[in-house]
């Protein structure tokens, strides 16, 4: 979620309806947000990955 409020409740209640990650509208959001995307990308590897060995045991 990529947000211009810098406040706990928004932020709370973006996790609380599953966001991932939660970044503030900065200069430095950019790069915040490509390792988030990074992030969630090595995650689902994993997730795809767990999910192949739990299927086979």
């Known amino acids: ?3 211009s409020q810098d406040k706990i409740e928004v ?4 996790m609380h309806h599953m966001a ?3 970044a503030v509208k900065s200069e430095t959001a ?6 988030i995307i990074t992030n969630i990308s090595y995650f689902k590897k994993m ?3 767990l ?3 739990m299927n086979r045991m």
Request: hydrophobic fraction near 25%; charged fraction near 25%; glycine fraction near 0%.
């Open 20 to 22: 991932y990650d939660y």
């Open 47 to 49: 997730e795809k990955t």
């Open 30 to 35: 950019s790069t915040r947000l490509k390792n």
């Open 1 to 3: 979620m990529l947000s």
């Open 51 to 53: 999910s192949w060995y």
């Open 11 to 14: 932020v709370k209640s973006c």
